[in-house]
T-cell receptor
Framework: AQKITQTQPGMFVQEKEAVTLDCTYD???????LFWYKQPSSGEMIFLIY??????QNATEGRYSLNFQKARKSANLVISASQLGDSAMYFC???????????????????FGQGTILTVHP | DGGITQSPKYLFRKEGQNVTLSCEQN?????MYWYRQDPGQGLRLIYY???????QKGDIAEGYSVSREKKESFPLTVTSAQKNPTAFYLC????????????FGEGSRLTVL
């Protein structure tokens, strides 16, 4: 069974500093996708970044990067140059992936971690 | 603008009453999902639908029901059989059930009095 663990209930960071949010996962499937979502106080879930298990390079999207260490089964989110608007709950999630005989990739259920509340101080 | 609209944003209900949460999307997505979020926890899957007129149970379907009569709409009914219905409910959609990224609505907060 899939399992996602986020061990940091809360994190604090100074504005303009970088911060790392931890995520470890457990799966027996060799093929999977890892996702990070941001949930501000409004409640909506905002997709941030995706990493495939076979991707050779760490994913980056603007100020977000994913520190993917496959052997350790970790997928930490790094936010550079933190902004006040980054204050939110952050969720790590995983979907097992399957290769289709006709080509392409199919995904299973999306499983979420418990989340980390990030607070950015001015 | 394309997106997912959930209503109502806040809802109060007395014990023993059924309540229906609305979810509408204009993204032309085939797959739609309902998640429940409790304080201090991640999201848990209630039901999902891959195509119109078809849906499957998720991890915590007991006490809930859904319908998918139109591609754009996936309403969730919280029945009186749900023992602890007070929670934050999130609807999501994706291009297909077998694609990676989910797009979420802003959520509906249900409180049982």
């Amino acid at each position: 069974a899939q399992k996602i663990t986020q061990t940091q209930p809360g994190m604090f960071v100074q504005e303009k500093e970088a911060v790392t949010l931890d995520c470890t996962y457990d799966t027996s499937d060799p093929s999977y996708g890892l996702f990070w979502y941001k949930q501000p106080s409004s409640g909506e879930m905002i997709f941030l970044i995706y990493q495939g298990s076979y991707d050779q390079q760490n994913a980056t999207e603007g100020r977000y990067s994913l520190n993917f260490q496959k052997a350790r089964k970790s997928a930490n989110l790094v936010i550079s140059a933190s902004q006040l608007g980054d204050s939110a709950m952050y969720f790590c999630a995983m979907r097992e992936a399957y290769s289709l005989s006709a080509g392409g990739t199919s995904y299973g259920k999306l499983t979420f971690g418990q989340g980390t509340i990030l607070t950015v101080h001015p | 603008d394309g997106g997912i609209t959930q209503s109502p944003k806040y809802l109060f209900r007395k014990e023993g009453q059924n309540v229906t949460l609305s979810c509408e999307q204009n993204l032309n997505h085939d797959a739609m999902y309902w998640y429940r979020q409790d304080p201090g926890q991640g999201l848990r899957l209630i039901y999902y639908s891959q195509i119109v007129n078809d849906f499957q149970k998720g991890d915590i379907a007991e006490g809930y029901s859904v319908s998918r009569e139109k591609k754009e709409s996936f309403p969730l009914t919280v029945t009186s059989a749900q023992k602890n219905p007070t929670a934050f409910y999130l609807c999501a959609s994706s291009i297909g059930h077998n694609t990676g990224e989910l797009f979420f609505g802003e959520g509906s907060r249900l409180t049982v009095l």
